[in-house]
């Protein structure tokens, strides 16, 4: 990865005042996206992935505000962009993926209209010329039939196909990055393989870079080139896909790794991470995972803790990673790559 | 199961509770409302002590007055004194209205978790009910019922329990609809429990601060039906005095003292005000976050 | 299932409701112990007008036998006859009810009017100074007495302000009746409208606050495009649910207020039907009431579904 990199967000400070106190969604994030790469972001519920994209294409729900940092898009800072430019840079530059979207596709406009919206705005398409386009769209995400399908409404769609229109939807202005915000969590699993699949194609056909933000490790492994993980708002490691699957460098990804369960042999028992997510207003000092960490030592409880780089692209948060090295030489994680 | 492996049992599902005795005076709405229904209350109650006449008492050489230090109210077209018929009003229209919203807050409470809860044919029959019910409007309904029943508070009561129950009814239905889907309902049914205890014990507790906050624009609406009950000459009869047929009297002078007319209505507003307030309040106060 | 046939199912979900509502009028006379045709004419009737409305209404005759005499009586439209007018109550009603009905038009009218916008200036900033503003109308306007409000209207504008308004009857011709029922319309829109403040703001503010508002959004759509194209359509299929819901409250609103402004409606019938204890016509008015509320919402639905394509597939 020498080119520039597209995306570029620089410790990124997302906060929500909440009337019991404010939640610390996101603290410290940065991560890059190059041209045409396939991005995970990868943590359980809570941890703040879903946030920090939002917080890219400026659309917090509210309260939430950007406190800190900067999400530089070709060099061109979107925190202190005007609401015009963020404008421009939405759909046209970058676009998102919903996770749910029988929600989040208008329920009383046809579909049709929905993917040729895009285009009359932002590329000045007439009427026919943006429903040519919505059409060819459609087909080219695998859509049958796609002038019948055109002018349907969401609720007449299945969950698979409606996921595929917001697909259209974001890839109709011809964007650079697209956003996808667990895309495949409320489909079931067979449809999931479709869509990633596609999500996989598309990307080859079209050159956009793709940023997946989801819990399930195995979408992950399936689409992504690199990938950063996400604890309580905060990244604790990044790397290849390989490198951190095969040998993770933060107990965390370490647990998260192991407690997939394995269909390929009889295990045991299921491991599990004890303990819960750390409430975000009131993080535990020091390293946020210690109080759940098997490898936690003295110097855990206190200090800060940024991403330390072990190599080329390759980084975690964990000052004692050499633990989990070890512990990965001792039973190594076997994961479908 | 033994009563005391019930509780025990009850101790260990963990249920949503709301921090309502902590935050309710750092709510502003909540306490302007206490204050401005707390006021209003109190001069209703002391009326008998603190009101200078007697609010029946006509006074024909000094009708329509203007206010002044005998009647600071000044007095109504039979020289009765404004004020002191104020303070009696309220303690009829405040009683009435208060009480007017328990039995429908009982009825409507008890047979809303009973539908919501066992569904199917008790369900389906409450609701079909509730829709006839309610296809009338809610005030035409009452006004032929007061006609069949006769004027007086006590037939107003029924009245209004006989209509006003389905609100109550519904918000009931409606919430123990989805808390008996909630984790601590399958624990307590897992447990053994019960059903009526589940209710009771668990449900109820969680699902009824929806209706008290409804009462208490429920309670609001009564008052205004009374008034207006008062007004049409179909509620509280005379010689007790009632905003309504205060306001109804001062109508025919209003070209000459159009106080008459005004002042009673402003005390139903003020008092509607306080008791929307303490109604906000407690929304506020009693969802979770 | 396409239109009429979502029309005939509707139709035939009110039938249930319908019989309800009749059998409710029916027994509104036998809710009284003692002798009902007694206690409607009063202490002091005569035992020759008892013993006729006996013989009307069949009261020596079983419940069953009874009401299927009132069916049988309703479905050829037959009300009974006034007490009072000596005319067929359905007369009566009828000729009131171009009355009533203007009052309730126009007076849901001006309520959106004046609801819809200050809605809307709420919703438009959540929490902001003009929303809590807004919000304040309908924490006091909830206490107000309709006909209270009625009165200090006509104080205000008909009898200080000359001839502007006049201060009571129907008026003549088109305008003429535009004329005269502005006031009592105007009473009628300010005692709905905190209701219809309340919630429209609220669903409003659902809608804004929806899923597919934030993708148009992250589309890169402009604002006003949003709010048009997306937000639009979505809020008036709430604000027609709303408004159906809270016809009942309207409906009965117009009785009062009929009452203040010397009205020839329906609802002046009925106040002067119960103080004249002439059962029929009072009988009669509250279920057209019904009938008229029931077709409302029946209206309501009708419309709401042709805004909202999700409506006619359940």
């Known amino acids: 990865m020498n080119a520039a990199p597209l995306l570029d967000v620089r410790d990124l400070r997302v906060e929500l005042p909440l009337s019991r106190g404010t939640v610390h969604a996101v603290e410290g994030v940065s991560l890059t996206v190059g041209p045409g790469e396939a991005f995970g972001l990868v943590g359980e519920s809570g941890c703040g992935k879903s946030m920090t994209l939002r917080a890219i294409m400026g659309l917090l729900p509210r309260p939430g505000q950007i406190v800190g940092g900067q999400v530089l898009f070709e060099g061109e800072d979107l925190v202190t962009a005007s609401p015009g430019r963020l404008r421009q840079i939405r759909g046209g530059s970058i676009a998102m993926i919903f996770q749910e979207p029988m929600t989040a596709l208008n329920p009383v406009m046809r579909v049709g209209d929905q993917i040729a919206e895009g285009p009359q705005v932002h590329l000045g398409l007439s009427r026919t010329a943006a429903r040519q386009r919505a059409l060819d769209l459609m087909r080219r995400v695998g859509i049958p039939d796609p002038v019948r399908r055109a002018s349907a409404y969401p609720h007449e769609l299945s969950g698979g196909l409606r996921q595929r229109i917001m697909i259209a939807i974001a890839l109709s202005c011809d964007p650079q990055v697209i956003l996808c915000d667990e895309p495949t969590t409320a489909l079931d ?48 490691e990044t790397g290849t896909v390989d490198e951190v699957f095969r040998a993770p460098r933060h107990p965390y990804t370490l ?7 394995d269909f390929d ?73 | ?62 009708i329509l007055a203007k206010p002044s230090s005998a009647h600071w109210l000044g007095t109504d077209q039979l020289g009765r004194d404004v004020w002191s018929r104020m303070l009696y009003a309220a303690r009829i229209d405040l009683r009435v209205g208060f009480l007017a919203v328990l039995l429908p807050f009982v009825i409507g409470t008890t047979l809303g978790a009973v539908a919501g809860y066992y569904g199917r044919f ?62 601590y309902t399958l624990a307590a049914q897992a447990a053994g429990l019960s059903n ?12 009824i601060t929806q209706a008290i906050v409804f009462a208490m624009s429920d309670i609001v609406l009564d008052i205004l039906l009374i008034v207006t009950l008062g007004y049409l000459g179909l509620g509280i009869q005379p010689p007790t005095p009632d905003w309504g047929t205060m306001i109804a009297d001062g109508q025919t002078f209003i070209t000459v003292k159009w106080q008459l007319s005004t002042i009673p209505g402003v005390a139903v507003v003020i008092t509607g005000l306080g008791l929307s307030l303490i109604g906000d309040g407690l929304a506020d106060l009693l969802r979770p976050e | 299932m396409d239109m009429p046939a979502y029309v005939a199912r509707r139709l035939l979900q009110m039938v249930p409701v319908v019989l309800g509502v009749t059998i ?25 007008r008892v013993a006729l409305l006996h013989k009307e209404w069949g009261l020596d005759k079983s419940l069953l036998v009874q009401y299927k005499l009132f069916m049988s009586r309703l479905i050829h439209g037959d009300l009974g006859n006034s007490l009072f007018y000596h005319v067929p109550a359905r007369e009566l009603i009828f000729d009131r009810l171009p009355v ?56 205000a504008f008909g009898l200080n302000m000359g001839r502007l308004f006049p201060v009571g009857g129907y008026g003549t011709g088109f305008a003429g009746h535009v004329r005269a029922m502005f006031l009592p319309a105007l009473t009628v829109a300010i005692a709905i409208s905190p209701i219809l403040i309340r919630s429209l703001r609220a669903s409003l503010l659902n809608v804004l606050e929806s899923d597919y508002i934030t993708t148009a959004r992250s589309k890169g759509l402009p604002e006003r495009h949003v709010l048009i194209r997306h937000a639009l359509r979505n809020a008036v299929i709430s604000t027609v649910t709303i408004l159906g819901v809270n016809i009942g409250y309207l409906v009965g609103g117009t009785l009062v207020i009929e009452q203040v402004f010397a009205l020839p409606g329906v609802g002046q019938l009925m106040i002067n039907s119960i103080f004249q204890r002439d059962f029929p016509v009072v009988q009669g008015v509250t279920l057209a009431f019904a009938i008229l509320v029931v077709i409302v919402y029946l209206i309501t639905d009708i419309v709401h579904s042709m805004l909202d394509p999700r409506v006619r597939f359940e």
């Not at chain 1, 990938?227 to 604790?236: C, D, E, F, P, S």
């Not at chain 1, 750390?278 to 993080?283: F, G, H």
């Not at chain 2, 109650?45 to 050489?61: F, G």
Request: aromatic share 8%.
């Open chain 1, 265 to 337: 042999s009889v295990q045991d028992s299921l491991s599990a991470i004890q303990g819960a997510p750390p409430d975000l207003v009131l993080p535990p000092p020091g390293c946020r995972f210690h109080p759940r960490c098997p490898f936690a030592q003295e110097d855990c409880i206190s200090g800060e803790f940024p991403l330390r780089p072990l190599s080329a692209g390759r980084a975690t948060a964990c000052i004692h990673s050499d633990a989990c090295a070890a512990d990965v030489a001792r039973s190594p994680v076997v994961v479908d790559v």
């Open chain 1, 189 to 236: 699993v067979t449809i999931q393989d479709q869509i990633l699949k596609l999500l996989l194609n598309l990307r080859r056909e079209f050159g956009v870079s793709v940023v997946f933000v989801t819990h399930d490790l195995a979408v992950v492994a399936e689409t992504c080139e690199r990938l950063a993980v996400m604890y309580a708002g905060q990244i604790v």
């Open chain 2, 196 to 207: 009526p205890r589940i209710i009771v014990r668990h449900l109820l507790p969680n699902v």
């Open chain 2, 122 to 183: 008790g369900d389906t029959l409450v609701s079909r009910i509730a829709e006839v019910v309610v296809a009338f409007p809610f005030f035409v309904l009452v006004i032929a019922m007061v006609f069949v029943l006769g004027p007086g508070t006590r037939n107003i009561y029924l009245a209004i329990t006989v209509v006003g129950w389905v609100s109550y009814m519904r918000i009931i239905r409606g919430e123990v609809l989805v808390a008996k889907r909630q984790e």
């Open chain 3, 24 to 48: 409710l009028v029916f027994f509104m006379i036998h809710l009284v112990p003692g002798d009902p045709a007694r206690t409607m004419l009063g202490v002091h009737a005569s035992p020759e």
């Open chain 1, 255 to 261: 647990g998260l790794l192991r407690s997939v369960p």
């Open chain 3, 100 to 155: 009533t009905l203007w009052l309730i038009g126009y007076g849901t009218g001006l309520s959106i009017l004046i609801a819809l916008p200050l809605a809307a200036i709420a919703a438009s900033k959540r929490d902001a100074a003009r929303d809590h503003v807004v919000r304040v109308v309908p924490l006091i306007g909830l206490g107000f007495p309709s006909f209270w409000v009625g009165i200090m209207l006509l104080l």
């Open chain 2, 1 to 62: 199961m033994t009563v005391a492996a019930d509780t025990f049992v009850e101790a260990q599902i963990a249920e949503p509770r709301h921090g309502f005795r902590t935050r309710w005076y750092r709510t502003p709405a909540f306490v302007a409302g206490v204050i401005i229904v707390g006021t209003i209350l109190t001069l209703a109650i002391l009326a008998p002590v603190i009101a200078p006449y007697d609010p029946t008492k006509q006074d024909l050489q000094n």
